[in-house]
Each structure stands twice: as C-alpha cells, then as structure tokens.
C-alpha cells in the first residue's frame, strides 16, 4: 500500500528518510504548467490534488510556497466542506472524500513545521490528521499519524511518549501484515531506544527492519539503518565497525540522492575522526557535512555541525577559531529554542576562554550554560558545566566556589554512573515487555480466529438446518453448543496464558536486580554463590513456566531459591520460616507455579525493607480440612498503610495483588473450585499494627485433571 511522507529515524536528527508521498513522486510538471491545469480544471477535488502537487514542487528545501500551496488547498477544502456540510446525509461521500484531502495536507503541513524545527506546530496538525483519520476509520492514516507524532516526541527528547505512539503504529502494521510500514516502525523504535541508550534493543530493531529494507529492495531505507548501525557501534566504542557503517550509509546517500543522510553520515565520521583525536581529518568529514547542509537549505543539524567543528578547532588549540564556530552554534541554537544545545555552545565557549585564560570571560560563559543547563534539568548538562566552573574557579584562586562546583560536579557524576548501572537490567525490561506485547498482540490474534472459527461453524449450520429434519435441526443445535463450550475454554485459556506472561517477567526482574545489587558490591564469591542460586531459580522458573500445576515440593524447591537470593540481596536483614503440614496427603498436592512467591515479595519489598531492625517472614502450608489448604504469608514488618505512605513517596505502584486476584478469578471460572484470598494486618498486644497476613486458600485435592 502506499504511504505518504513516511519517515525513518535517525540517531541524532529524527529526519525524514523515505517521502513516498504518490503526489511527491508524480509531478515533473513545470509549475506554470500546473498553473494552467488548475485554471482548467473542471473539479475541485482535481484543483485540490493541483494545488498539492505545487507544493510537493518545494519539498527538497523550506520554502514559504509549500506551506502557501498547501494553505490555499486548505481553503478550498474547508470552503467545500462547509457547503457539503449544510446538507450532510445527501453529501457523505463527497464530504468524506475532502475530510481525506484535508487530513493529507495536515500530515504534509506536520513535515514541513518538523523540518523547520517548528515541533509544537508540527504536532499541532499530525494530532489534527490523527482526528480525522480516527474519526473516517482509515486506520492505515491513523497508523502514519501515529508513527509522525512519535518522531516529533523523540526530537523533543520526550522518549517515554515517542515510544507509546510507534509502538501503536507498530501494533497496526504487524497487525494488518504489512511488512513494509512495520519495518519502517521497527527502524523508528530502533532510534528511540539508541536515544535512551538501550544498545541491544536499538541493534535488534533496525536489523530486523534491515532485513526487510533488504529483501524489498528499498535503497533510501537500507541506508537510514546502516546509519544507525554504524551510530550503535559509536556508542560502544567500535570505531571499525562503525565506520564501515557510515560507509555504506554514505555510499548509498549518494546513490540516491539523500542528502540529509549524506550530512548525517559525514558529521558521524567526522565524531569518530574527533574521538581518535585526529582533528584535520575530522574537519574534512565536517565541512563536507556542513556543504551538503547548506545545499539543502535547512538549517537543522546545522547547529550540531558548527559545534564539532569548534571542537576539532579546540582540539588544534585554535581557540579564536574554536569559538567562532560555537557562537555560530549558539545563534542557531537559541533561534531554534534549542536548550540542551545553547548550554553545550555556552560550556565549550567557557571552555576555551579558560584554555586562553580569560578567566572572567570563560565564568560569564560558565554561568549561563548553568542557568541553561537547570531549566532542562539534564544531568549531563549540568554535571558538565559545574565541571568547567570547578576549574574556572580554581584557576581564579577562589578555592571555596571550586570546591563546591566539584562538589556539585561529583553529584551529578555519581548520578550518572548509578544510571548507567542500571541501564542494563531497565534495557532487560523493556525487552521483555515488548516480547510480551507481542505474545498478547499473538495471543489476541489466536482468540480472533477462534471466533472467525465459529462464526464459520454457525454458518454452516444454518445452511444445513434449512435442507434437514428435526434430526438435523437437534444435530445442529448439539454442534452449536459444543462449539460454545470449547470457544469458552479457550477463551479463558487464553486469560490465563496473558495472566502468566505478566507474572514471570515480574518474578524473574526483580531477581535480576537483587543479583546486580550485589555484584556491584564487588565481591566475587557471593557474587558466584548468587549467581548459581540465581541460575538454579531460573531452571526451575524455565520448567514450570509452561505448565498449569506443579508438585509441591517443587514450588517449595523454588520458592527456596527466590527467598535465599533476597537474604544474600538484603545482607542478612531478615531471615524465614517454611512450614509443610505433615499431614497425609499434603506431599502429594499440586498448586500453580509461583502462587504464594508475589505476597512473599510484597512482604520483603513492602513491609520489612523499610523495618527497623531484622524482621522474619513466616509462610505455612497447610490442610485446613478435607477439602482444603490455606497458604499463609506472615511478617512483622511495618504494615500496609505505612508501606503504602512509603511507597506514594517513591511513585511505586505494586501489581501482585491485582495479577494474582485475576488468576484465582480465572482459575475459579475455569475449574469451578473456589480460591480465596484474604489480606489481615497482625496486632500487637497494644492493637498496634507490627505486621502483614496473607492467607490464600484453594482445593485440597486439586489437580492437573480435575
């Protein structure tokens, strides 16, 4: 299917990559040939089509006449809309046919706004076509909206928002089987995870994209991903591997004709030349950039390019022409509204004043890139600027602000690194949420098809009852029944498989953090002893995590391994207390994996790590009579309205109680046994609380086949 003016990200620039707009392609036509045409021509809808056809005449540079052009078209849309409208259930088709003109000059209005920098306007009318496209059911439009909205929110630096939007757009193209627009989603989610720093997601992405690219041949996509690549390799510190990316993205550039990846692909190279502390070399990568930025007219990335080449200046000791560059950076930058640049313009230009030891000069520079650098309150920024003032200070002989910009300096480095830290294990999570985002998006498509299954099945019948006897007639109300009952079970069967994909990423995450935590203490014997109780839980996890029930002592088994993790991760900070009723029969039960493991870890998590002191866990299985067993969950932590203070302070929100609540539901409906849960705060002899109780109660004889 055709797709209008689709974009595939790049790391640093979110620039269009691909327009594949039919009218963009069509047009060849000298503009007063066009011109002509519109005068003659006899439909609106045709002068319409017209009108964008003289615009798409401007789109390889800003220009005033593609917004002017499209403005008009506007006006005669509307014009016409507002006649069609007056008498609306005899015009429907014509109005739904401008609607769709008008939402297609939204969406290229939207591009224009994002290439000039302009991302409020431009946001203004992708959320205007979003509307329409909802509102007219083309969910192929809304799906481009979608994915255009999110390339404005990664440029924003708006990550968390950019990545809701494409994976909607995602979600359709997979969907609705188009391999295409789900490559170029991929591709786009790709850059979004670089952004955050998610290496392995962001690799994973743009090959799989790659590999579609490749297979359909589509050149100016295939070298928006070597780009990419290459931009992965970069961060980690390949600068061989990266640099042969930047080839073939530039071979290909040039191939086709995109300019911007060619600049792109220059300015990478010219990082990579700088890294290697061989400036020259850079500066020629970076004025190719900076020419081929300048032929295209916009002054996007311009910025970027201008404060390299500062640095490659710097880097000579050139320090005049260093900071000529860099007050050319800052003039774009701040025309632009571009924060987070105007602090690095400001900090390299104090940089260099203090390098020509103008101290008072180089402290002016300082102090605004501060300013600047708390407004966005990006950590870099401003770890960055203390440092410069640290040595601006000291070099002052003002040992008193030195050492406080230090301080404030080192603050903010500590900070980093603890990001850093956990970048890994937040990288592991999102990649299992999106493995679980598809295991529903699949599990959904299965549950669709069982229902086309039996709508198909109650057709048939309904032609057989109409050629039969009364024997037929009671066959097929038997087979419409059967077909109910199995639709139902597995319907709730398919609950249940979603139930479970959100436990197990649940269980398995926060061990891996317990196990980082203490790694990161570095000593390597625990280390190693964590490791392997770690490995042997996730054995056991791996085992039972595609069946319904397990033995006892099996759950008792991993239970075991998940507490002994959380005591090592603790230091000691509570101990436990696993009690099996010995009466007969209880060896011989079997209970859903991890059933009692979420109330354990809300009692670690909730109630004794914020005790004073060491605190104890107690869990008891029990037969509480013939046909029953209770699973109890005691602590003497510090109860569940102080947790709660607690946690509204930390903005943490715990799901065990709601996922496990829907699978006793689930496990209810299905096996028509009653499971109950109840939560009790534990007394003390001065009715205070000192504590959590847990109780889950089940069948007794339950099994896998009852």
């Not at 003109?101 to 302009?118: D, H, K, P, Q, T």
């Not at 991993?558 to 436990?576: G, H, I, P, S």
């Not at 009466?583 to 991890?594: D, I, L, N, R, T």
């Not at 354990?600 to 004794?608: D, K, T």
Request: aromatic share 10%; charged share 25%.
């Amino acid at each position: 299917m055709f797709r209008h003016c689709l974009h595939l990200l790049t790391l640093l620039s979110g620039l269009l990559v691909l327009p594949l707009f039919s009218l963009h392609g069509q047009t060849k036509h000298h503009i007063t040939e066009l011109k002509r045409e519109l005068q003659n021509a006899p439909y609106d809808t045709t002068k319409v089509r017209l009108l964008f056809q003289m615009g798409n005449r401007f789109i390889d540079g800003p220009s005033d006449s593609l917004s002017f052009y499209y403005g008009k078209a506007l006006e005669l849309i509307h014009y016409k809309l507002s006649v069609y409208n007056k008498n609306a259930a005899d015009n429907r088709q014509m109005i739904l046919a401008y609607r769709r003109l008008e939402m297609r000059a939204y969406i290229e209005l939207g591009i224009e706004y994002f290439f000039r920098s302009n991302y409020d306007k431009a946001l203004e009318y992708y959320f205007k076509a979003l509307k329409i496209a909802e509102e007219t059911g083309d969910e192929e439009t809304v799906s481009e909206c979608q994915s255009e909205i999110a390339i404005v929110y990664k440029n924003q630096g708006k990550y968390d928002l950019a990545l809701k939007y494409n994976r909607k757009a995602l979600d359709y193209a997979r969907f609705s089987g188009d391999s295409s627009w789900a490559a170029v989603c991929y591709a786009n989610q790709g850059t979004i995870y670089l952004m955050k720093g998610y290496f392995n997601l962001a690799l994973n992405n743009y090959l799989t994209a790659l590999k579609t690219f490749e297979k359909l041949d589509q050149k100016r996509r295939m070298g928006a991903c070597y780009l990419n690549v290459g931009k992965i390799y970069s961060g980690q510190r390949d600068d061989n591997q990266a640099i042969k990316y930047y080839r073939l993205a530039l071979a290909n550039a040039r191939k086709t004709g995109n300019n911007m990846n060619m600049a792109d692909s220059y300015m990478s190279m010219g990082k990579v030349w700088l890294d290697r502390q061989q400036p020259a070399t850079a500066r020629i990568c970076l004025d190719s950039a900076m020419t081929v930025l300048k032929e295209s007219g916009y002054t996007h990335r311009m910025d970027d390019c201008f404060m390299l080449i500062g640095d490659t200046y710097k880097m000579d000791h050139r320090y005049d022409k260093a900071e000529e560059y860099y007050g050319r950076s800052l003039e774009l930058s701040t025309r632009e509204n571009d924060l987070p640049g105007m602090s690095g313009s400001l900090r390299n230009m104090a940089e260099t004043e203090y390098l020509k030891n103008n101290l008072s000069k180089a402290l002016a520079f300082g102090q605004r890139s501060l300013d600047i650098a708390r407004k966005t309150g990006n950590p870099e920024a401003l770890q960055a600027s203390w440092e410069i003032l640290s040595k601006i200070y000291e070099a002052g002989g003002d040992d008193t602000k030195a050492l406080a910009a230090f301080k404030m300096y080192s603050v903010f480095k500590d900070s980093l690194f603890n990001e850093s830290k956990y970048r890994s294990i937040r990288e592991a999570e999102a990649k299992y949420e999106t493995e679980k985002k598809e295991q529903q998006l699949a599990l959904l498509t299965q549950k669709s098809e069982v229902q086309q299954l039996k709508l198909s099945r109650r057709r048939n019948l309904l032609f057989a009852s109409g050629a039969g006897i009364v024997l037929a007639l009671l066959f097929s109300f038997l087979l419409v029944r059967q077909n109910r009952i199995q639709s139902k079970q597995k319907a709730i069967l398919l609950e249940q498989r979603l139930l479970r994909s959100q436990m197990n990423p649940h269980f398995i995450f926060n061990s891996l953090i317990a196990i980082q935590s203490y790694i990161y203490n570095s000593e390597p014997l625990q280390a190693g002893d964590f490791l392997a109780k770690f490995a042997d839980l996730i054995r056991l996890t791996l085992e039972h995590s595609r069946v319904e029930f397990v033995p006892l002592n099996d759950e008792l088994r991993m239970l075991t391994a998940y507490l002994d993790l959380q005591v090592l991760r603790f230091d000691n900070k509570f101990d436990y207390t696993l009690t099996v009723d010995k009466k007969p029969g209880v060896e011989s039960v079997k209970v859903p994996p991890m059933f009692a493991q979420p109330f354990v870890e809300n009692a670690i998590e909730h109630g004794l790590r914020y005790k004073q002191g060491r605190g104890h866990l107690n869990i008891i299985y029990e037969k509480t009579s013939d046909r029953c067993m209770t699973i109890t969950v005691e602590d003497d932590g510090v109860g569940r309205k102080k947790a709660a203070e607690i946690e509204k302070k930390n903005q943490h929100r715990s799901r065990a109680m709601k996922i496990t609540q829907e699978r006793l539901a689930v496990l209810t409906k299905k096996y028509r046994h009653k499971f109950t849960l109840e939560v009790d705060d534990i007394k003390n002899k001065s009715n205070k609380v000192s504590g959590t109780r847990v109780s889950i109660t089940l069948p007794f004889q339950f099994t896998e086949n009852d």
